[in-house]
């Protein structure tokens, strides 16, 4: 059964910034593409960043990118995502989704096959 479980998410101030990591179970982590997505209320669950199998590849929504990084340890089977610069607009649960198929990085909720239950992050201005 796989299992990805979200941790780091906590309430923070504009400006400041987090790391949020996403610790797997029961998939090939290391021939997974991972993605980070969030979703604020009322909105649509939107990408945030996503990463290949070996971390060689990186993607970024427009609206995070310059200020997000994603990173995985294969050895941890843990992806993180590093947030700095935060803004209020940034406010949303962060999930963390997996993609078992090596070659694809998927940049949409449907390319996903796992989800974990999220983690909230809450940026004060």
């Known amino acids: 059964q796989v299992q990805l479980v979200e941790s780091g998410g906590e309430p923070v101030q504009a400006g400041g910034s987090l790391r949020l990591s996403c610790a797997a179970s029961?998939?090939?982590?290391?021939?997974?593409?991972m993605g980070w997505f969030r979703q604020a209320p009322g909105k649509e669950r939107e990408f945030v960043a996503a990463?290949?199998?070996?971390?060689?590849?990186?993607l970024y929504s427009m609206s995070v990118k310059g200020r997000f990084t994603i990173s995985r340890d294969n050895a941890k089977n843990t992806v993180y995502l590093q947030m700095n610069s935060l803004k209020p607009e940034d406010t949303a649960v962060y999930y963390c989704?997996?993609?078992?198929?090596?070659?694809?990085?998927?940049?949409?909720?449907?390319?996903?096959?796992?989800w974990g239950q999220g983690t909230r992050v809450t940026v004060s201005s």
């Open positions: 990463c290949n199998w070996s971390g060689g590849t990186t």
């Open positions: 029961g998939l090939t982590f290391s021939s997974a593409a």
């Open positions: 989704a997996g993609h078992g198929t090596r070659g694809i990085t998927p940049i949409v909720p449907q390319g996903y096959d796992y």
